[in-house]
């Protein structure tokens, strides 16, 4: 099956600086990558995706890239604010357009954003 | 429109113990997910479920079993609890693309 890794474990940055998070996957018909945020005590939210079609994606101060022939993908965070700390998973999985696939999520970042 | 909830959103159970966690989402999602998070390790695939009166292992899956009997309905079963299943446990539903994550479980075994 999938397997995906995620680094680093922690990142601290500050303020205004840029953070960048990596993940590797390992099934080259994965097509589909989400990253997720989770706030301590909370859910995780979406916040950016992209499919296998696509290079790059950006919304706002957050962006993604995928490199489908090494099989990684990247989250950049720029101009980080203290509320972006967080810990942030990125997943791979088959079959985006619909289809029950599952994710395969990755262990986590730990970003702290200090003053 | 309540997204995905969870109930309960915290328990502690003596080792051997049963208990069933609900997850009920009012999105009208095909897909449904449960599953735990423990430190360090991500999110883990227990159950899935691709429709109503289907399911499904993942990554996880021993030590637990699952229903959906109804489409909004995704029960998560423990039938002997173990120490090792403290964890927190979250639901989520997804129709295309994303998932929605419920609030989560809070289960400690002792």
């Known amino acids: 099956g999938e397997n995906v890794e995620q680094h680093p474990s922690t990142l601290s940055v500050q303020e205004g600086d840029s953070a960048v998070i990596k993940c590797t996957y390992s099934d080259s018909a994965s097509n589909y990558f989400p990253w997720y945020k989770q706030e301590l005590g909370k859910r995780p939210q979406l916040i950016i995706d992209?499919?296998?079609?696509?290079g790059e994606k950006k919304d706002q101060r957050i962006a993604v890239t995928l490199n489908k022939t090494a099989k990684h993908f990247s989250l950049h965070i720029t101009e980080t604010q203290p509320e972006d700390s967080a810990v942030y998973f990125c997943?791979?999985?088959?079959?985006?357009?619909?289809?029950?696939?599952?994710?395969?999520f990755g262990t986590g970042t730990q970003l702290k954003v200090e003053l | 429109n309540a997204g995905v909830t969870q109930t309960p959103k915290f328990r502690v159970l003596k080792t051997g113990q049963s208990m069933t966690l609900l997850c009920a989402q009012d999105m009208n999602h095909e897909y449904m997910y449960w599953y735990r998070q423990d430190p360090g390790m991500g999110l883990r695939l227990i159950h899935y479920?691709?429709?109503?009166?289907?399911?499904a292992k993942g990554e996880v899956p021993d030590g637990y079993n699952v229903s959906r009997l109804k489409k909004q309905n995704f029960l998560l079963g423990l039938e002997s609890a173990a120490p090792s299943q403290t964890s927190v446990y979250f639901c989520?539903?997804?129709?295309?693309?994303?998932?929605?994550f419920g609030p989560g479980t809070r289960l400690t075994v002792t």
């Open positions: 479920s691709v429709g109503e009166g289907t399911t």
């Open positions: 992209i499919r296998s079609n696509v």
């Open positions: 989520a539903s997804r129709v295309w693309g994303e998932q929605y």
């Open positions: 997943a791979a999985s088959l079959g985006a357009e619909g289809g029950g696939n599952k994710l395969t």
